[in-house]
């Protein structure tokens, strides 16, 4: 199986920061990896896909990047809504994995 | 619009059998991957089940920890995608999200159906 390493775990950060949560593959997956954000008590909603592409009704101060086993979420300029757990995810083959999450808080 | 609503969810015994059901509209789940993911309460994300789009002969894949007692299918003329779980444990115990899967990736979820497994 593929294990993801999200990190750090957690974050502390303002608003108006820049962000950058990284994900790191046991092995090469290629570009396939992709990012959610969940509120507390709400639904996983898609940010990233193919490790770059920006899921439609995504704001553009979320972007991906990486190839192979290295990956990397940016959030240009933390707003108060982006406060919330971020998971990546490998669809490089099965099973598909999830990272552990990062929890972004205010600091 | 697309939409998922699962249902289903329920409080059983350890050992029982539950099927969850996850009802779609505004796409048909047979053109497209399904998913179900599950999140333990104060838990990350676990992916458990995947079934192919009608068009890839519906091939489905498991993870290790649901495999031989999980079974995902879906009902073309209901639009509707299942979840038959069997031999629960109390480590099933999550909610349950359906995804429809686009470019490999979860694109929209349901809200989720809350399974607890008491011991």
């Known amino acids: 199986d593929i294990q993801m390493t999200q990190s750090p775990s957690s974050v502390s950060a303002s608003v108006g920061d820049r962000v950058t949560i990284t994900c790191r593959a046991s092995q090469g997956i290629s570009s396939w990896l992709a990012w959610y954000q969940q509120k507390p008590g709400k639904t996983p909603n898609l940010l990233i896909y193919?490790?770059?592409n920006l899921q439609s009704g995504v704001p553009s101060r979320f972007s991906g990047s990486g190839s192979g086993t290295n990956f990397s979420l940016t959030i240009s300029s933390l707003q108060p809504e982006d406060f919330a757990t971020y998971y990546c995810?490998?669809?490089?083959?099965?099973?598909?994995?999830f990272g552990g999450g990062t929890k972004v808080e205010i600091k | 619009e697309v939409q998922l609503v699962e249902s289903g969810g329920d409080l059983v015994q350890s050992g029982g059998s539950l099927r969850l059901s996850c009802a779609a509209s505004g796409f048909t789940v047979s053109s497209d991957h399904m998913s179900w993911v599950r999140q333990a309460p104060g838990k990350g994300l676990e992916w458990v089940s995947l079934i192919y789009s009608g068009g890839s002969g519906g091939t489905v894949h498991y993870a290790d920890s649901v495999r031989g007692r999980f079974t995902i299918s879906r009902d073309n003329s209901k639009n509707t995608l299942y979840l038959e779980m069997n031999s629960l444990k109390p480590e099933d115990t999550a909610v349950y999200y359906c995804?429809?899967?686009?470019?490999?990736?979860?694109?929209?979820w349901g809200q989720g159906t809350l399974l607890t497994v008491s011991s």
């Open positions: 193919t490790a770059s």
């Open positions: 995810q490998q669809a490089n083959s099965f099973p598909l994995t």
């Open positions: 995804a429809r899967v686009t470019n490999w990736a979860f694109d929209y």
